[in-house]
T-cell receptor, first 115, second 110 residues
Framework: DTEVTQTPKHLVMGMTNKKSLKCEQH?????MYWYKQKAKKPPELMFVYSYEKLSINESVPSRFSPECPNSSLLNLHLHALQPEDSALYLCASSQAIRGPKTEAFFGQGTRLTVV | DAKTTQPTSMDCAEGRAANLPCNHS???????VYWYRQIHSQGPQYIIH???NNETNEMASLIITEDRKSSTLILPHATLRDTAVYYC???????????FGTGTRLKVLA
């Protein structure tokens, strides 16, 4: 199984709502990532978890709150978002080891619309 | 983080080789160069990666210059299904960070 599964595929939420994005992998990967991608732009790194601990936060606003409950799951909790936060949110995972076998696997993304 | 830069778009005739360049002039010694592609806003798909040496797999070849400041992804016989956005990515093994370049929109023409 080389899949990273993201749910939901599409999400529409109001600016006062609280919602969560979910990501799951069963490849035994110990690094997991959240990326944000605006239309016609490259994905931008938001967070990196390694061994279930948050290792990198790329100065992301606190209205985005990541959580890694176990080595297979990654959540992104959303609260009080703005319309400009509308984007494709991508989850990825990788082996988190030094050396050559470190390709990341990406999910298909959650397309988020904030109204 | 260092930035990689790529041409915005390229066209290639079907059956011909597609050569996609990437400039990573500030890459450091422990950063790998990865290439991914993304079709119709699906998740990015891995193509190939390398550190210093040229690499080849069933999908593509990767040529890295000796000074490591640039690289070229080669799709040897492009098909219509290779139409996608191709990203050159810097990976830092110490932090597990994959940083995407600006991307090249490749259109393969029949």
């Amino acid at each position: 199984d080389t899949e990273v599964t993201q749910t939901p595929k599409h999400l529409v939420m109001g600016m006062t709502n609280k919602k969560s994005l979910k990501c799951e992998q069963h490849m035994g990967h110990r690094a997991m990532y959240w990326y944000k991608q605006k239309a016609k732009k490259p994905p931008e790194l938001m967070f990196v978890y390694s061994y279930e601990k948050l290792s990198i936060n790329e100065s992301v606003p606190s209205r985005f709150s990541p959580e890694c409950p176990n080595s297979s799951l990654l959540n992104l909790h959303l609260h009080a978002l703005q319309p400009e936060d509308s984007a494709l949110y991508l989850c990825a995972s990788s082996q988190a080891i030094r050396g050559p076998k470190t390709e990341a696997f990406f999910g298909q993304g959650t397309r988020l619309t904030v109204v | 983080d260092a930035k990689t830069t790529q041409p915005t778009s390229m066209d290639c005739a079907e059956g011909r080789a597609a050569n996609l360049p990437c400039n990573h002039s500030t890459i450091s010694g422990n950063e790998y160069v990865y290439w991914y592609r993304q079709i119709h806003s699906q998740g990015p798909q891995y193509i190939i990666h390398g550190l210093k040496n040229n690499e080849t797999n069933e999908m593509a070849s990767l040529i890295i210059t000796e000074d490591r400041k640039s690289s070229t992804l080669i799709l040897p016989h492009a098909t219509l299904r290779d139409t996608a956005v191709y990203y050159c990515i810097e990976y830092t093994s110490g932090t597990y960070k994959y940083i995407f370049g600006t991307g090249t929109r490749l259109k393969v023409l029949a």
